[in-house]
């Protein structure tokens, strides 16, 4: 099953990526998708630690890692937001 | 009624107000936040200021953050300006502009606003320092500022 992934801010830098499709098995949710990109290691797992200092959206909706993940879902992952 | 706009633009209180209360004597209180850039933070010079933002998210979370506004108090239109691209200290970043029959649910809706925006709409910023740049780090005081309505709602 495939989704899109986008990066946002310091993780974009971080990661030295913008989007990507990523393929996972499915059924699948956030914390899944979450596992198969810290499973890449080095600034991914470091990144993306149990800290907690990243949000996931799915659909441009904020989700939480049991947030089930569907086809063409568009994943977005960033720091936790700072505007205003 | 509301209006939502993104824009790198900068924007003028005066004619936001004046568009907001034109031809509509129903409106008895305007309550307005900007927000601005600063010269320093956390200890550090600030020279410039870049905003980035999830585009088709913002609209989403901004307009779900009005909605609920909406839901909790008795208003009659909003406006949230948010300002994205490369910014300087004294510049405006943000504004909100709440209209109601009365002050008290203007005052405490565009508070509210303010509130959720600065932890759930997905702007994120940048700063330039003689040091270099650096993102900036969220704040505990902000989500803090954003669960007491939580808090206040359920008790």
Redesign the interface.
């Known amino acids: 099953m495939m989704v899109s992934v986008l990066y946002f801010a310091s993780l974009r830098e971080l990661f030295g990526l913008e989007n990507e499709q990523l393929v996972l098995p499915v059924p699948a949710d956030v914390s899944a998708l979450i596992a198969a990109l810290r499973a890449r290691g080095g600034a991914w797992s470091d990144a993306l630690g149990t800290d907690r200092r990243w949000r996931v959206a799915v659909n441009q909706e904020l989700a939480t890692m049991d947030t089930k993940l569907n086809v063409g879902d568009e994943v977005a992952i960033f720091p936790p937001v700072t505007g205003g | 009624m509301t209006t939502i706009r993104i824009q790198n633009q900068d924007f003028d209180l005066g004619a936001e107000l004046n568009a907001m209360r034109a031809g509509n004597a129903k409106i008895g209180a305007v309550a307005s936040f900007v927000?601005l850039v600063r010269d320093v933070n956390d200890g550090a010079g600030v020279s410039t200021l870049t905003?980035?933002?999830?585009p088709?998210?913002t609209r989403?979370?901004l307009g779900g953050i009005v909605d609920e506004a909406c839901a909790r108090w008795e208003l009659i239109d909003v406006t949230v300006i948010?300002r994205v691209g490369e910014l300087r200290p004294t510049d405006q970043?943000?504004l909100v502009m709440v209209a109601s029959r009365h002050r008290g649910d203007a005052f405490q809706a565009c508070e509210f606003v303010?509130d959720y925006?600065?932890?759930?709409?997905?702007?994120?910023?940048?700063e330039s320092t003689p040091q270099g740049e650096r993102?900036?780090?969220?704040r505990e005081s902000d989500e803090l500022a954003s669960s007491r309505w939580r808090v206040e709602q359920d008790s």
Do not use: C, N, R
């Open positions: 927000g905003l980035e933002h999830y088709a998210m989403k979370a948010h970043i943000v303010m925006l600065k932890t759930q709409a997905p702007f994120w910023k940048k993102w900036v780090e969220a």
